[in-house]
Nanobody, 127 residues
Framework: VQLQAYGGGLVQAGGSLRLSCVAS???????????MGWFRQAPGKEREFVAV????????YYADSVKGRFTMSRDRSSRTVYLQMNDLKPDDTAVYYC??????????????????WGQGTLVTVSS
């Protein structure tokens, strides 16, 4: 199982970036039962939830801090999720990780409900 995230970089405040994450390999259950999420971790801070998409329905959920600015989408055929990040702020600076898990609705924002993690991609937003 591999989660490959890419698309990070340096951007000025107010700019945009698009992250991608591709899931590959043999998961232990049908992929349709999973959720794919994005978390981020800033220097000196704990990992925090950003967004998640339920693979079966395609419905996405967002942290309040990114709602209205970030949009998550998926491509079922390639097992790829995208995180379109607009109006970026310096507080969005972090390493962004994609993750796969089979948690219930109430646990989608909890890192422990995800079994598989990617290596992370760095997003730096300058002021």
């Amino acid at each position: 199982v591999q989660l490959q995230a890419y698309g990070g970089g340096l951007v000025q405040a107010g700019g945009s970036l698009r992250l991608s994450c591709v899931a590959s390999g043999a998961f232990d259950r049908t992929f349709n039962s999973y959720n794919m999420g994005w978390f981020r971790q800033a220097p000196g801070k704990e990992r925090e939830f950003v967004a998640v998409i339920r693979w079966s329905s395609g419905r996405a959920y967002y942290a309040d801090s990114v709602k209205g600015r970030f949009t998550m989408s998926r491509d079922r055929s390639s097992r790829t999720v995208y995180l379109q990040m607009n109006d970026l702020k310096p507080d969005d600076t972090a390493v962004y990780y994609c993750a796969v898990g089979a948690g219930i609705l109430s646990s989608l924002h909890v890192a422990d409900s995800y079994n598989y993690w990617g290596q992370g991609t760095l997003v730096t937003v300058s002021s």
